[in-house]
């Protein structure tokens, strides 16, 4: 956590947001510290040369002019090969500098400013262009969206060697922070109607749950056992997902705070489930930094360690009597009615054995008509808000002393305010995605403005989870080598996603092993729509050891095989064994079962293939993976070898210890930093 830098006089109280905006800084710089670092790990076999997709394919010049491929595709890559690089080492430098400045603001306050932060979103939008299908999840265009945010949140400090002043908060720093919170509305929100409005029903008959846990992408071991859970408690956990996320959001912004606190706990509860049951890398840390937004330093300061915000402590407005009765009452009368209508509306019933049951209502047709209404209310809830905020900022600025303090904050105000208004507003473009009447009714305006920013990547939709897939099994395609055709065939094992029916699901989050993930998408459809698929494929069969690499076992260890096939099969979890009964039966049996899945054979997913196969080149020719090399890179120089050299050592390491190694030592590094700060004081 992120040390706190403290002066003599109290840091400011209620409503006030100065540690608010430290911690969600020093959370960013962590979760850049993920990104990049897992990113890294797999970039030669995903985009090098001899990788599955090469990213210098993705960096075709349409012009002689550097400026002219620079705005076609914005992307620092582009000026690479003038330091002596290709494209593969390239990426990997913008990885190692981003890597760099992470863990420098994660430890030294001066470095978690506008400057950096602009730097690593930069850096990271660079390689988001040239990462094709690998980089296409939510959780990359949140990080961008996110990251944009924080370059407004951040104080500017052009001195990297001296702290900037923690104490006081910038007048406009409620504004930038609204825009945070604002996001993770539109993140939580979205996330529950889109359940819904997708029709799928699993979600509508409440039994999503029976199946999400074994067929998300890649479960934690305790998956296995929440699988196990009774249906009633599986259809309650939704119907508590729909409150959460689509009734208790709402709470973000109404001025009575004990609501606002209560949102957020109930937030991060949703989010830590996710956490112990689902590996989504660094998705939830996003979630929970977002959250933050919605706390102030009074509350903060409460739940932080004490000796990581020292001896300083936020002073406690005073509050009449009446102000305290009135807020009570509103909190009270809030909350009851929220279970009032969740009892309404789920049937929520306690039958004889007592079993809660549960079941929905309303109609589709309800329901659209009830988005169509709510999607406008919230957005003027939103202009509302934001209103209230830049008043208030506007207020405190006039409030200064002295002329140039005045005109300097009042600059400052106009700036942020400007950019607040035209964020907010590009933000209901992706936002009204799911209301069709309110997205007709927005100003053509507002969609040219966001046409024109939409290669940045500065808003986007959200909504995970949209339709429940793996319904009557988990599909897993399974691939195949041999030097025969007629077999014997043996399997291809990844680090990650399920294969052998005997390995646990493992715990990786927050690194995301984007092939494993890939393989779990290509299994929802089949090769043809999945192109890199194939490519994969014949990289195995030339056995290049950079994609090998991102196996955790090739069955071919001394010569790459004549043939491979895939198989499409369906995965279950085994069931829990009769003879536990209790708790302790489960912790003194770690492993319940000599099996956590067991599976069956459905269809041929890709036919046997060979390395000289013409069809398979023809295939691949229509993407240009199998042409000899369109333009020779000639890297050379002491970078160019100083980055294969920590290559050289990186494939030895696991890749969750690597992040966690570099988490830590971020971690240690920022304690030291403030150790040595209270001995120069004292």
């Not at 992470?102 to 979103?121: Q, V």
């Not at 830049?390 to 600025?397: D, L, R």
């Not at 035209?422 to 927005?442: Q, R």
């Not at 198989?567 to 099996?595: A, C, G, M, Q």
């Amino acid at each position: 956590m992120p040390p706190v830098t403290q002066g003599k006089s109290k840091m400011a109280g209620y409503g006030k947001q100065v540690l608010v905006r430290d911690v969600f800084l020093w959370f960013m710089s962590a979760i850049y510290l993920f990104a990049f670092s897992s990113l890294y790990v797999q970039i030669p076999g995903l985009y090098g040369r001899n990788g599955v997709l090469p990213a210098k394919l993705a960096l075709r010049e349409v012009s002689s002019s550097m400026e002219e491929n620079f705005w076609s595709k914005p992307t620092l890559l582009w000026f690479t090969p003038r330091l002596g690089l290709d494209t593969e080492t390239g990426m990997e430098l913008l990885c190692l500098v981003g890597m760099l400045l992470s863990l420098l603001a994660m430890s030294l306050k001066a470095f978690r400013g506008s400057i950096t932060f602009s730097l690593l979103w930069f850096l990271y939008f660079s390689l988001y262009q040239v990462g094709q299908t690998f980089v296409y999840f939510q959780w990359d265009i949140l990080l961008m969206e996110t990251g944009f945010l924080t370059i407004l949140v951040s104080p500017l400090n052009l001195n990297l060697f001296k702290s900037h002043n923690s104490k006081f908060q910038r007048h406009h720093d409620n504004i930038t922070l609204w825009l945070v919170k604002w996001l993770a509305f539109r993140l939580m929100f979205c996330s529950g109607v889109v359940k819904l409005s997708s029709r799928c029903p699993t979600w509508w008959g409440l039994t999503a749950l029976d199946w999400h846990y074994e067929s998300q992408c890649i479960p934690t071991p305790l998956a296995w056992y929440a699988h196990q859970l009774p249906k009633w408690f599986q259809r309650l956990s939704i119907v508590l997902t729909y409150v959460i996320l689509m009734a208790l959001s709402w709470l973000f912004f109404v001025p009575v705070r004990s609501l606002r606190i209560f949102s957020f706990y109930s937030q991060i509860f949703f989010q830590v489930l996710i956490i112990l049951t689902g590996n989504y890398n660094f998705f939830n840390l996003l979630a929970i930094a977002l959250l933050l937004a919605i706390l102030d330093d009074e509350h903060l300061v409460t739940i932080l360690p004490s000796w990581l915000v020292g001896s300083s402590y936020v002073e406690s407005a005073q509050r009449s009597k009446v102000t305290k009765v009135i807020r009570r009452i509103v909190t009270f009368g809030t909350l009851g009615t929220v279970i009032y209508w969740t009892v309404k509306l789920f049937a929520l019933e306690l039958s004889p054995k007592h079993v809660l049951k549960s079941k929905i209502t309303f109609s589709q047709g309800a329901f659209f008509r009830a988005v169509d209404q709510a999607v406008p209310l919230t957005i003027w809830l939103g202009i509302l808000s934001l209103s209230v905020e830049i008043i208030a900022s506007m207020i405190g600025c006039i409030m200064e002393k002295g002329v140039f303090n005045k005109l300097w904050s009042l600059l400052q105000w106009a700036i942020f305010s400007f950019a607040a208004l035209g964020m907010f507003a590009i933000s209901l473009v992706p936002y009204t995605d799911i209301s069709h009447n309110a997205k007709s009714s927005l100003w053509p305006v507002i969609k040219r403005w966001r046409q024109k920013t939409d290669a940045f990547e500065l808003v986007n939709a959200y909504g995970l989870f949209r339709s429940m897939t793996g319904v009557g099994g988990r599909p897993e395609v399974i691939i195949e080598g041999s030097n025969d055709r007629d077999g014997p065939w043996m399997e291809y094992n990844f680090h990650y996603k399920p294969g052998n029916v005997s390995e646990p699901p493992p715990i990786v989050a927050p690194h995301q092993p984007r092939l494993d993930w890939q393989i779990w998408f290509a299994a929802l459809g089949s090769y043809e729509y999945n192109p890199w698929f194939v490519h994969l494929v014949f990289r195995l069969l030339q056995g290049q050891q950079d994609v090998l690499d991102l196996l955790a076992k090739n069955p071919f260890p001394h010569r790459a095989p004549i043939y491979i096939r895939a198989w499409l099969y369906k995965y279950h979890y085994t069931e829990l064994p009769r003879n536990i009964t209790s708790l302790s039966d489960v912790v003194h049996n770690n492993r319940l079962v000599k099996t956590w899945w067991f599976r069956e054979s459905v269809r041929e997913y890709l036919p046997i293939v060979a390395v000289n196969d013409l069809s398979l080149i023809r295939w691949l020719n229509q993407y240009g993976w199998a042409k000899n090399d369109p333009w020779p890179e000639r890297p050379s120089g002491r970078l160019y070898k100083a980055i294969k050299y920590l290559r050289s050592i990186v494939p030895t390491l696991d890749a969750f210890r690597f992040m966690m190694s570099l988490f830590a030592c971020g971690v240690l590094m920022g304690v030291f930093n403030r150790h040595l700060s209270r001995k120069q004081q004292l």
